[in-house]
């Protein structure tokens, strides 16, 4: 898990992939929805929760 996308910023901290401050070591990211009209109604598909997770998970289903 060691694939950073150097264009990607990321701020999901909760995720397996995340790594530093803002990188993202997933390799290729999914994002969606098609229909968003607004930076809310996106969503990352390839999130994966972390074990080490701080607080509770919300709004994530797998």
Do not use: P
């Not at 607004?38 to 969503?43: L, M, N, P, S």
């Not at 929760?49 to 998970?57: I, K």
């Amino acid at each position: 898990m060691n694939n950073e996308i150097g264009a990607i910023t990321c701020f999901a901290k909760n995720c397996v992939y995340h790594k530093g401050n803002t990188s993202c070591t997933a390799g290729t990211i999914e994002v969606g929805n098609s229909s968003a009209c607004k930076c809310g109604e996106t969503q990352c598909s390839t999130f994966k929760l972390n074990e080490n997770a701080v607080g509770e998970a919300r709004g994530c289903c797998d």
